[in-house]
């Protein structure tokens, strides 16, 4: 499969769990349940883990990767996941879902400045209908 469909794999499942994980949060804590979701990913890794990335394939990994995958992991499936349930429990998912979603906006501009990423006009001009998405929404 080819990188955009992938990526297209993956908006049409990012696109659907917002919606379940909404009407899961009912009444309950964010923080329970950022708890409730992660059992879910051990379950996939337990399942599905050592079957697709086997011991030797996490050997091969060097330290600073491991740190690096490890920080990203905390970063985005508990201090973020936590931060969009908040958001997700007292606001609308059709206005927070998208401007949770504008990450890709940081992405391209910290993959612009940080790892000197090519800066085409087309990439600008997504990255700016993005900023004026998110303004719309904010309303």
């Known amino acids: 499969m080819t ?14 769990v917002p919606l379940m994980e909404k009407v899961g949060l009912g ?36 330290w600073l990767s491991v740190l690096l995958l490890m920080s990203g992991g905390f970063l985005a499936s508990f201090v973020g996941q936590l931060a969009f ?4 429990r007292s606001g609308a998912i059709s206005q927070v879902t998208p401007v949770a979603g504008a990450y890709p906006l940081v992405a391209a ?10 800066l085409t006009l087309p990439r600008l001009a997504g990255v700016l209908l993005v900023v004026a998405g998110v303004f719309l929404l904010r309303k």
């Open 3 to 16: 990188a955009f469909l992938w990526a297209l794999l993956t908006a049409g499942i990012w696109g659907v």
């Open 27 to 62: 009444s309950g804590s964010p923080t329970a349940a950022v708890v409730v979701r992660s059992f879910g990913v051990m379950a996939g890794l337990l399942v599905f883990g050592w079957t697709l990335a086997p011991v030797t394939a996490l050997r091969s990994l060097s």
């Open 85 to 88: 349930y908040h958001a997700l």
């Open 109 to 118: 501009l910290l993959g612009w400045w940080v790892l000197r990423e090519p």
